[in-house]
């Protein structure tokens, strides 16, 4: 088992800015990626960007793509989510997750553990 804790999120003007972080406990080990999705309200749940362990690679959403990085640290077992920039239409619940899928994904069902996740609200 793999337990994420999140913290950070809040609410902030457009154009500001926020960090996320997620800290990823127990099997860590087995854990091949990590990922950050959003569900805004009426809305699926979506994927943002996600990185895996070893190498760091990532991938982002196209609408996220220059705004937002994520990022890890190893030695922590956590990885985090700077969003920059944010507009309206980043408002959501957003949440980390895990997956031992060994190939970088964007699809939610490839993620086998989850944060509670963090409310994000972003002013006009």
């Known amino acids: 088992q793999v337990q994420l804790g999140q913290s950070g999120g809040g609410l902030v003007q457009a154009g500001g800015s926020l960090r996320l972080s997620c800290a990823a406990s127990g099997r860590t080990f087995s854990s091949y990626a990590m990922g950050w999705f959003r569900q805004a309200p009426g809305k699926e749940r979506e994927f943002v960007a996600t990185?895996?362990?070893?190498?760091?690679?990532?991938y982002y959403a196209d609408s996220v793509r220059g705004r937002f990085t994520i990022s890890r640290d190893n030695a922590k077992n956590t990885v985090y989510l700077r969003m920059n920039s944010l507009k309206p239409e980043d408002t959501a619940v957003y949440y980390c997750?895990?997956?031992?899928?060994?190939?970088?994904?964007?699809?939610?069902?490839?993620?086998?553990?989850w944060g509670q996740g963090t409310q994000v609200t972003v002013s006009s």
């Open positions: 990185i895996t362990w070893i190498t760091g690679d990532t």
């Open positions: 997750a895990a997956t031992d899928f060994r190939v970088l994904s964007i699809l939610s069902s490839r993620y086998n553990y």
